[in-house]
């Protein structure tokens, strides 16, 4: 049986119907890391086997007793090195946390914990999550399955790109800008991120503290539904977290979308996008009105300003939140220095990469007493008018549809030479953490090339289930497809 081909919900269901066990599962997953990692390095951490059989021993007992019932009992599943992992460094892909081994576990994951997962190992990613193509890891860029001279996408490429190399079940990413649904595009799997507040950021190491959430990554949407249904709580130790009334997103998994009003922005169908992508991102759209669901044109205003706004906001929070990483409490302390401010500058002078300091030099600048008032407060003002704009759209709309990228996967080291080009490709995504909405990203198609293609669906805070029920609706027309190396 091809136990890394299955879904994590089936995978679960066999588990508990005792045709695998969960030893079986574990050494698949880990079996499917030893031969593709050389390939894709998708992970920074590969958790030790003992450890792993271990803790699949300790679920395996928990199913059997009837005190595991979750469908994600036993499911290896992988997590983005963000997130905090008790006495397991977490390095954030940086050097300056090459060493860093936390007290203790990240609310989301501790959920998953309680619900039986086994964690296989911490994923690449993109440095503090500062990067779209997973290239800015301090540990190696991570490479997209299906063609392994492009990127993943990012900043949760690993966890994608282990996705889709099946070598985990799923896995969890974080969403600033785009950070879970434009991966996942690129490589050809099923990425949420949750309305702002859903899953705890306990535990998660910040980046852009107003705009991280963590979401699932899987092959489709019912694991995705399922993911977030067990890692989504009420949080007191996370001040953003919001009490919901309501974490059962499963029963969204219905295919009907009759009479449901879905609206698509001319402004992310205009320049700039690739006519493939827009082909097979229409052709979706097609697909769900065939079955019933209503399509309008309309203008969503302030597109133009949301990346600016987003980067002035993100680099403001990045500059905040990494003054932490200065080489006194933890993490990388350089070796010779003369004084404290030289052992500062210098720590974070060989800690940080290009990237991040590019960002936490652009944050320091507009938080800088002359230019407060004319970049940042600027930019939460249009954030707030952005926010305004969808609003005013999802009185009319049960959900937006639209790409999750300009393009498909582009070649390594392609997007590092041109930053600007970089910033540019989150463009669909970003307005989505700047209102705090729910997104997802689900495949919808192959350019000329075989690199998949992501439509990507946007509901209104707080209705997960709208765009659960669209995106499961629109997966029934369609065939999960997997990496040609998967195939092989």
């Known amino acids: 049986m091809d136990i890394m081909g299955l879904t994590a919900v089936t995978l679960g269901r066999k588990i508990k119907e005792k045709e695998i066990t969960v030893k079986e599962a574990a050494q698949a997953a880990l079996a499917q890391i030893e031969a593709a990692e050389a390939d894709i390095n998708a992970y920074v951490t590969v958790f030790d086997k003992e450890a792993v059989f271990r803790r699949a021993d300790e679920v395996q007992k928990g199913i059997e007793d009837g005190t595991l019932t979750n469908p994600l009992a036993g499911v290896p599943v992988a997590i983005k090195d963000n997130m905090c992992t008790k006495g397991i460094r977490t390095t954030c892909s940086s050097k300056i946390l090459e060493n860093f081994e936390p007290t203790y576990t990240a609310e989301a994951v501790v959920n998953l914990e309680k619900a039986g997962a086994v964690l296989i190992g911490k994923t690449n990613m993109d440095e503090f999550a500062m990067g779209s193509t997973t290239e800015t890891s301090a540990y190696g860029e991570t490479k997209n399955p299906w063609n392994t001279g492009h990127v993943p996408g990012g900043s949760s490429g690993g966890s994608c790109a282990a996705v889709a190399a099946q070598e985990c079940s799923y896995a969890l990413g974080s969403d600033t800008g785009g950070s879970i649904r434009q991966p996942s595009s690129f490589c050809g799997v099923t990425g949420l991120k949750p309305t702002y507040g859903t899953v705890s950021r306990y535990g998660l190491i910040a980046y852009g503290s107003s705009l991280d959430q963590i979401g699932p990554v899987a092959k489709d949407v019912t694991d995705c ?70 399509l309008e044109e309309f203008d969503l205003g302030l597109v133009e300003y949301a990346i600016p706004a987003y980067y002035v906001i993100a680099a403001a929070e990045a500059s905040s939140n990494l003054a932490r990483f200065d080489g006194v409490k933890y993490g990388y302390r350089t070796e010779e220095s003369e004084g404290l401010h030289q052992m500062y500058k210098k720590t974070r002078s060989e800690g940080f990469g290009a990237e991040v300091k590019r960002r936490i030099m652009l944050g320091s600048f507009v938080l800088s007493s002359g230019y407060y008032d004319a970049y940042y407060l600027k930019a939460l003002r249009t954030k707030a008018l952005i926010k305004q704009e969808f609003d005013k759209a999802f009185e009319n709309y049960d959900l937006i549809l639209g790409p999750a ?84």
Do not use: H
């Open 225 to 294: 539904a399922v993911i977030l249904e067990t890692i989504a709580s009420y949080d007191p130790k996370d001040s953003t977290s919001v009490k919901r009334d309501d974490y059962d997103f499963t029963s969204a998994l219905k295919e009907d979308v009759k009479g449901m009003k879905i609206g698509l922005p001319r402004d992310y169908f205009g320049e700039g996008l690739d006519s493939g992508v827009k082909n097979s991102v229409l052709q979706a759209a097609k697909e769900l009105e065939e079955r019933g669901a209503i």
């Open 405 to 488: 990228a300009p393009t498909t996967a582009p070649k390594l080291g392609e997007s590092l030479s041109d930053p600007i080009k970089m910033y540019l490709g989150d463009i669909y995504t970003i307005s989505v953490n700047l209102a705090g909405l729910p997104g997802i990203s689900l495949p919808c198609g192959l350019d000329q090339n075989g690199l998949p293609i992501g439509v990507q669906l946007i509901g209104d805070c707080f209705q997960e289930k709208n765009i659960i029920r669209a995106a499961y609706a629109l997966e029934q027309t369609r065939t999960y497809v997997q990496p040609e190396m998967v195939r092989r």
